[in-house]
RNA sequence: GCCACCCUAGCUCAAUGGCAGAGCAGACGCUUCGUAAGCGCCAGGUUAUCGGUUCAAGUCCGAUGGGUGGCUCCA
């Protein structure tokens, strides 16, 4: 692909976007009773009240610190998603105990039942007023001329500010609220002005909308990929091998390997060529493919070989291309889709890496489709099939964005504009639900974006679908037409995983680590009840080790009960339990990990079972 | 990278500046058990690393590495 990557938007980063949630959770670890999301209603239902609510909390908030500290400065403290935040510059740095103090204070004023009272005031009079907050005056300096300066007081306090707040204080349920981090956060998100600190709060109409909030962050954390990840021994990060880099166990190969495989045979099924490019190349290439140029900071310094500088790969495009180039293409040759599971290093900044979804090496489901102009419709629309059906076999709900041109961007306008239609023509073709999103896309391409919705509503970035706008000129890719003259390729990028780590890290959180089957590491544990019992367990396991399953026989000394415990916590999807009854009659006591008791059956029966689960991909 | 905080056994956590401990996991022994933890015993540590203050540092100070929550940026 091009120069740069789609947009994401990072899930971990920032409070949680999450509403509240009715589904109710089930705590035990196999995660088996969570329900979908109805979260994005509530949210969308969030009345305006709310946000005055969660905004008029900001201001009691700033009060509250102003009374703490009178040396404070101000920030800004806006509504957001779930509660609310307010920046301040302040003489030291608060600790836990400070947000408990400044909690205390906020009840304090809002059992005063003070008034919000609106002030238009004039512009010499606002910077007067706010003289000794700079931030303040900044604000004000920035207000068109034109414009009214308002002002809301709570009482003595009184903050720059457009509203609306609630009428009185006494309208917030003061049981509803709750601060949540202290964070460092750049003066207007600017890393070269002074760092402020900012605190979190969240805000619900009811205490029990509140407190099905705050069982919705636990319920969260307990499906974190990093906790999940360590517990059921899929991957590790070691500071001697280096921070952002993944190591996979066993469990989390299986679960790649497995992924992968269904990936590459979807992928050939559906016309692609699968390739391989090395993991270092010549800076030539990337000085070729303008790399180099927009995006020095994201590749890693050059090493040295033979005299000659090459780096690290950052991107998998360039050696799509010049497979494409190794010959000269005809328009009988095209499409021409190259796939590889790319591995790419990029430098990312110490302070955003996270688990398995933001690391420095990860590897790519990539692809390029080389595909002259009459062929772009039908390209994108295999791409979307494609999407959509490995989404679906996921369990992943989603939406579609197409990002049209942004302000800066390459290309004329004439590509843009018969690019961008291709790509709305296939949604509309679809009679798909789909949103736009104006100037959202890259600067050498417009895209569709597809979100994803996980088993508990969260929304992550998914596959993307880009016409590269840029690289066809940059590397002068043609094809011979019908007409014997040479004509530019179109040249689609595209990913439907985004990246092995990042995928595999969602979802982990996804299915809470409650792999379906045909991803469990281990499918299978066979359980012999007593030690007279494990011969024949033995024999069992055998024999679904030889139908391919995944099987453990666990012939520790514990108890039944612990060993069942054991594969519980380890959310293996069939439990066999093996005793006298079931060695005299060749069967097996099936148990699933949701607890659900099959009874006894033949050997044979369940492995047909398991295997049908396997061969559907079945969502159990 | 920046701000704040954190780093003690594989994991989760204790320990006023004064003898480094527990539970789980692990090894071993006993128990042979019918759907989520049987009992006992043993082992496990240069308290992330390096340096400093102190009679004495897990504890105080500094640096480095790593992590967490954010900011910024992204697959």
């Given at each position: 692909?091009?120069?740069?990557?789609?947009?994401?938007?990072?899930r971990?980063?920032?409070?949680?976007?999450?509403?509240?949630n009715?589904?109710s959770?089930?705590?035990?670890?196999?995660?088996?009773?969570?329900?979908?999301?109805?979260?994005?209603?509530?949210?969308?239902?969030?009345?305006?009240?709310?946000?005055?609510?969660?905004?008029?909390?900001?201001?009691?908030?700033?009060?509250?610190?102003?009374?703490?500290?009178?040396?404070?400065?101000?920030?800004?403290?806006?509504?957001?998603?779930?509660?609310?935040?307010?920046?301040?510059?302040?003489?030291?740095?608060?600790?836990?105990?400070?947000?408990?103090?400044?909690?205390?204070?906020?009840?304090?004023?809002?059992?005063?039942?003070?008034?919000?009272?609106?002030?238009?005031?004039?512009?010499?009079?606002?910077?007067?007023?706010?003289?000794?907050?700079p931030?303040?005056?900044?604000?004000?300096?920035?207000?068109?001329?034109?414009?009214?300066i308002?002002?809301?007081?709570?009482?003595?306090?009184?903050?720059?500010?457009?509203?609306?707040?609630?009428?009185?204080?006494?309208?917030?349920?003061?049981?509803?609220?709750?601060?949540?981090?202290?964070?460092?956060?750049?003066?207007?998100?600017?890393?070269?002005?002074?760092?402020?600190?900012?605190?979190?709060?969240?805000?619900?109409?009811?205490?029990?909308?509140?407190?099905a909030?705050?069982?919705?962050?636990?319920?969260?954390?307990?499906?974190?990929?990093?906790?999940?990840?360590?517990?059921?021994?899929?991957?590790?990060?070691?500071?001697?091998?280096?921070?952002?880099?993944?190591?996979?166990?066993?469990?989390?190969?299986?679960?790649?390997?497995?992924?992968?495989?269904?990936?590459?045979?979807?992928?050939?099924?559906?016309?692609?060529?699968?390739?391989?490019?090395?993991h270092?190349?010549?800076?030539?290439?990337?000085?070729?493919?303008?790399h180099?140029?927009?995006?020095?900071?994201?590749?890693?310094?050059?090493?040295?070989?033979?005299?000659?500088?090459?780096?690290?790969?950052?991107?998998?495009?360039?050696?799509?291309?010049?497979?494409?180039?190794?010959?000269?293409?005809?328009?009988?040759?095209?499409?021409?889709?190259?796939?590889?599971?790319?591995t790419?290093?990029?430098?990312?900044?110490?302070?955003?890496?996270?688990?398995?979804?933001?690391?420095?090496?990860?590897?790519?489901?990539?692809?390029?489709?080389?595909?002259?102009?009459?062929?772009?419709?039908?390209?994108?629309?295999?791409?979307?099939?494609?999407?959509?059906?490995?989404?679906?076999?996921?369990?992943?709900?989603?939406?579609a964005?197409?990002?049209?041109?942004?302000?800066?961007?390459?290309?004329?306008?004439?590509?843009?504009?018969?690019?961008?239609?291709?790509?709305?023509?296939?949604?509309?073709?679809?009679?798909?639900?789909?949103?736009?999103?104006?100037?959202?896309?890259?600067?050498?391409?417009?895209?569709?974006?597809?979100?994803?919705?996980d088993?508990?509503?969260?929304?992550?970035?998914g596959?993307?679908?880009?016409?590269?706008?840029?690289?066809?000129?940059?590397?002068?890719?043609?094809?011979?037409?019908?007409?014997?003259?040479?004509?530019?390729?179109?040249?689609?990028?595209?990913?439907?995983?985004?990246?092995?780590?990042?995928?595999?890290?969602?979802?982990?959180?996804?299915?809470?680590?409650?792999?379906?089957?045909?991803?469990?590491?281990?499918?299978?544990?066979?359980?012999?009840?007593?030690?007279?019992?494990?011969?024949?367990?033995?024999?069992?396991?055998?024999?679904?080790?030889?139908?391919?399953?995944?099987?453990?026989?666990?012939?520790?000394?514990?108890?039944?009960?612990?060993?069942?415990?054991?594969?519980?916590?380890?959310?293996?999807?069939?439990?066999?339990?093996?005793?006298?009854?079931?060695?005299?009659?060749?069967a097996?006591?099936?148990?699933?990990?949701?607890?659900?008791?099959?009874?006894?059956?033949?050997?044979?029966?369940?492995?047909?079972?398991?295997?049908?689960?396997?061969?559907?991909?079945?969502?159990?």
């Amino acid at each position: 692909m091009g120069s740069r990557s789609p947009r994401y938007r990072s899930r971990s980063a920032g409070q949680p976007e999450l509403g509240w949630n009715r589904a109710s959770f089930d705590s035990r670890p196999n995660g088996a009773g969570v329900s979908c999301s109805w979260w994005m209603e509530e949210l969308e239902m969030a009345s305006d009240n709310l946000e005055r609510v969660r905004h008029s909390l900001g201001h009691v908030m700033a009060e509250a610190v102003l009374s703490l500290f009178p040396e404070a400065k101000f920030g800004i403290g806006p509504d957001i998603d779930t509660g609310f935040y307010y920046d301040f510059d302040l003489p030291r740095a608060l600790t836990p105990e400070d947000l408990a103090e400044v909690e205390k204070r906020m009840r304090a004023i809002l059992k005063e039942g003070r008034r919000f009272q609106r002030s238009e005031i004039p512009r010499d009079d606002a910077l007067r007023q706010f003289a000794d907050q700079p931030y303040k005056l900044e604000l004000i300096h920035d207000l068109p001329e034109d414009e009214a300066i308002s002002t809301y007081a709570q009482g003595r306090f009184v903050d720059l500010c457009r509203g609306p707040h609630v009428e009185s204080t006494k309208e917030i349920d003061a049981r509803a609220f709750k601060l949540l981090s202290i964070a460092g956060a750049y003066w207007r998100g600017d890393e070269k002005r002074p760092m402020l600190q900012r605190i979190y709060g969240t805000a619900w109409e009811t205490k029990d909308e509140l407190d099905a909030y705050l069982k919705r962050l636990e319920e969260i954390e307990r499906r974190d990929h990093r906790r999940l990840g360590r517990e059921l021994d899929i991957f590790s990060v070691d500071p001697d091998i280096g921070a952002g880099l993944i190591l996979w166990h066993p469990n989390g190969a299986t679960i790649r390997q497995e992924i992968e495989r269904f990936w590459v045979d979807e992928h050939r099924k559906r016309g692609y060529q699968l390739v391989y490019t090395p993991h270092i190349a010549s800076e030539r290439i990337y000085e070729i493919s303008g790399h180099l140029e927009t995006y020095a900071d994201g590749m890693y310094a050059p090493m040295d070989i033979d005299g000659q500088p090459y780096r690290a790969k950052p991107m998998n495009c360039p050696g799509h291309v010049r497979i494409f180039q190794s010959h000269t293409r005809s328009y009988r040759d095209l499409p021409i889709r190259l796939a590889e599971l790319g591995t790419v290093y990029r430098y990312e900044r110490s302070g955003t890496l996270h688990g398995m979804l933001r690391v420095r090496g990860f590897t790519q489901d990539d692809s390029h489709i080389f595909c002259r102009p009459d062929q772009l419709v039908a390209e994108v629309n295999g791409v979307l099939d494609l999407t959509f059906f490995m989404m679906d076999t996921f369990g992943y709900t989603y939406k579609a964005y197409l990002a049209t041109r942004p302000e800066k961007y390459i290309g004329t306008d004439e590509q843009w504009e018969f690019a961008t239609e291709a790509l709305r023509q296939v949604l509309e073709d679809r009679g798909m639900e789909y949103e736009v999103d104006e100037g959202g896309g890259v600067f050498y391409a417009p895209k569709i974006d597809i979100k994803l919705y996980d088993a508990v509503g969260r929304d992550w970035q998914g596959p993307t679908c880009q016409v590269d706008l840029n690289e066809p000129e940059r590397f002068d890719i043609t094809y011979a037409g019908d007409d014997g003259q040479e004509h530019r390729v179109i040249m689609v990028h595209r990913t439907v995983l985004g990246s092995m780590e990042r995928f595999i890290g969602g979802l982990i959180e996804h299915y809470a680590g409650a792999f379906p089957v045909w991803l469990a590491p281990t499918q299978v544990a066979v359980i012999p009840i007593a030690d007279r019992h494990v011969e024949y367990a033995k024999t069992v396991a055998d024999g679904l080790l030889q139908a391919s399953l995944r099987v453990r026989m666990d012939d520790s000394g514990d108890r039944m009960n612990a060993k069942i415990r054991k594969a519980q916590l380890e959310r293996i999807p069939y439990m066999l339990v093996v005793g006298d009854r079931e060695a005299e009659a060749g069967a097996v006591a099936v148990r699933l990990r949701s607890g659900e008791d099959l009874g006894a059956m033949p050997v044979a029966e369940f492995e047909e079972m398991a295997l049908k689960a396997v061969r559907e991909k079945a969502q159990v």
